[in-house]
Nanobody, 115 residues
Framework: QVQLVESGGGLVQAGGSLRLSCAPS????????MGWYRQGPGNQRDLVAS???????NYADSVKGRFTITRDNAKNTVHLQMNSLKPEDTDVYYC?????????WGQGTQVTVSS
């Protein structure tokens, strides 16, 4: 069973930076796309950033200009560089990866931004 392993979360002051990383526990196939979600205030996880095989990226409006998503296709690894962090960025961040048929989720990593 493949699972996504996240790292890089933690506590940082406002204006600081964190870099999240996500990689599968096993490398059997390539994912079509990978991304990051955060829980948000609703009952559905909200997209933060995504990137597909062709390096086409998509960002939530709230993080544009501050966050950068990158991907190493050979390693099926995705990173989220988070700069100029704000307290409102505090959340649990979940890695997601799409195969042809399946959406895989990481366990979530806590990002806390202090004032």
């Amino acid at each position: 069973q493949v699972q996504l392993v996240e790292s890089g979360g933690g506590l940082v002051q406002a204006g600081g930076s964190l870099r999240l990383s996500c990689a599968p526990s096993a490398s059997i196939f390539s994912f079509n796309a990978m991304g990051w979600y955060r829980q948000g205030p609703g009952n559905q996880r909200d997209l933060v950033a995504s990137i597909n095989w062709g390096d086409i990226t998509n960002y939530a409006d709230s993080v544009k200009g501050r966050f950068t998503i990158t991907r190493d296709n050979a390693k099926n690894t995705v990173h989220l560089q988070m700069n100029s962090l704000k307290p409102e960025d505090t959340d649990v961040y979940y890695c997601a990866a799409d195969s042809a048929k399946t959406r895989y989720w990481g366990q979530g990593t806590q990002v806390t931004v202090s004032s």
